[in-house]
Every structure is written in structure tokens, then in C-alpha cells.
T-cell receptor, first 111, second 116 residues
Framework: ETGVTQSPTHLIKTRGQQVTLRCSSQSGHNTVSWYQQALGQGPQFIFQYYREEENGRGNFPPRFSGLQFPNYSSELNVNALELDDSALYLC??????????FGQGTRLTVV | AQKVTQAQTEISVVEKEDVTLDCVYETRDTTYYLFWYKQPPSGELVFLIRRNSFDEQNEISGRYSWNFQKSTSSFNFTITASQVVDSAVYFCALSPYGGSQGNLIFGKGTKLSVKP
């Protein structure tokens, strides 16, 4: 186990709703990255947070937003959910530019 | 453009066979890192190796070995004497920022099935 925990493990939402996913980083890690993995695809980078500031963003619309807290845990928020948002959402934590450790992900289904 | 291609979608082998997973990448950066991850059915990505663009030495770790060739932009992964526990999806990834794993570009993955 990596020490990175994500919650919830699964959830089902209706199109148009909002969702918040949570990630607790490994102890001592100050950087959190979020990825979206559609079925049968590789993960795609959403954004990264370093010491509570956004530190890079992939090609995702503004309705994907995030937060990092003083304890370095993080949230991913998605507004106005679309069917295509159905995916596995992965969180990875690291100490700066060091090796990143992934959580087991949150499986989001939008119906 | 940065891109990682894993042409093999699925591979099926019998236990104890050797298997090679191919990875071809594209980048204009002179400094970059390449990675391999394993994703078992549980979903968690398990880090296997990181290789920087200046180190073309092959690496061996137990039954795993990696062959990095800049001339062909390839970073292939070989499992020797495969075991059922090796069954998983394997991803090759590229980091364009010289080591940061915060912005990894992944291939689509190769699903490996090892049958007893």
C-alpha cells in the first residue's frame, strides 16, 4: 500500500450534478496530482497542487477545479457533470518532484 | 507534441513464457523521464521504473528488464518467466518536465494475461 487514500471508492451521480472527490496524501508529501482514466484508456493529467497552489493543469475545462489544504490533502470538484465524466479518478502524491504514489482511485459513474 | 504509443492492446501468454511490452514515445524535449506502471484490477497504479533521457543503460530488476533506445525512441519492458501474478495492465509514461511526475503523459496501456 502507498499510504495515499481516496474517498469514496465508488459513486453514482446524475448528469448536471456536482461531485467532490477526496485524497489524503502520503505522510510528508506536499504535492498532489489528479488524473482521469476513462475505460480502456491511459490516465490523463487534470492538475497538480503544490503547497496549496495550483501548479500545472491539463486540458480540462474550468468546471474541473481543486483545492489543497494545509495538511496537503486535496479535493477534486467537478460541476455540471456530463456522461463523459464517467471514469476512474486517480490521485497521486509526492514530495516536490520526487516519485509519485497513486491511490486506488474513485470510480465515478454519471447517469 | 508529446505522445506515448503502446501498440499492443492485449497480450496473452502461458506461465513461464517471456514477454516484451513495447513503448514508443515522441518529444522535442532534450531532458525527459520515462516510466512504467502496473495497474492490477484494484485500480492503483504501481510504480515500476523511472529512466532519465541521459541514461540509456538497460536495467534489470529480478524478472523485469527495460531496454531504452533513444535512437528509436523506444522504452521496452520485458518480463522473464512470467507468472499469473503479472497479469495486469501496464502503462508506459513520459514526463516532459525533467523528473516531475505531476504531468505524466500515458500510453493507452497493454493488458497482459498470464495463464497457468
Amino acid at each position: 500500500e502507498t499510504g495515499v487514500t481516496q474517498s469514496p471508492t465508488h459513486l453514482i451521480k446524475t448528469r448536471g450534478q456536482q461531485v467532490t472527490l477526496r485524497c489524503s496524501s502520503q505522510s510528508g508529501h506536499n504535492t498532489v496530482s489528479w488524473y482521469q482514466q476513462a475505460l480502456g484508456q491511459g490516465p490523463q493529467f487534470i492538475f497538480q497542487y503544490y503547497r496549496e497552489e495550483e501548479n500545472g493543469r491539463g486540458n480540462f475545462p474550468p468546471r474541473f477545479s481543486g483545492l489543497q489544504f494545509p495538511n496537503y490533502s486535496s479535493e477534486l470538484n467537478v460541476n455540471a457533470l456530463e456522461l463523459d465524466d464517467s471514469a476512474l479518478y486517480l490521485c497521486a502524491s509526492s514530495l516536490g518532484w520526487g516519485d509519485a504514489f497513486f491511490g486506488q482511485g474513485t470510480r465515478l459513474t454519471v447517469v | 507534441a508529446q505522445k506515448v504509443t503502446q501498440a499492443q492492446t492485449e497480450i496473452s501468454v502461458v506461465e513461464k513464457e517471456d514477454v516484451t511490452l513495447d513503448c514508443v514515445y515522441e518529444t522535442r524535449d532534450t531532458t525527459y523521464y520515462l516510466f512504467w506502471y502496473k495497474q492490477p484490477p484494484s485500480g492503483e497504479l504501481v510504480f515500476l521504473i523511472r529512466r532519465n533521457s541521459f541514461d540509456e543503460q538497460n536495467e534489470i530488476s529480478g524478472r523485469y528488464s527495460w531496454n531504452f533506445q533513444k535512437s528509436t525512441s523506444s522504452f521496452n519492458f520485458t518480463i522473464t518467466a512470467s507468472q499469473v501474478v503479472d497479469s495486469a495492465v501496464y502503462f508506459c509514461a513520459l514526463s516532459p518536465y525533467g523528473g516531475s511526475q505531476g504531468n505524466l503523459i500515458f500510453g493507452k496501456g497493454t493488458k497482459l494475461s498470464v495463464k497457468p
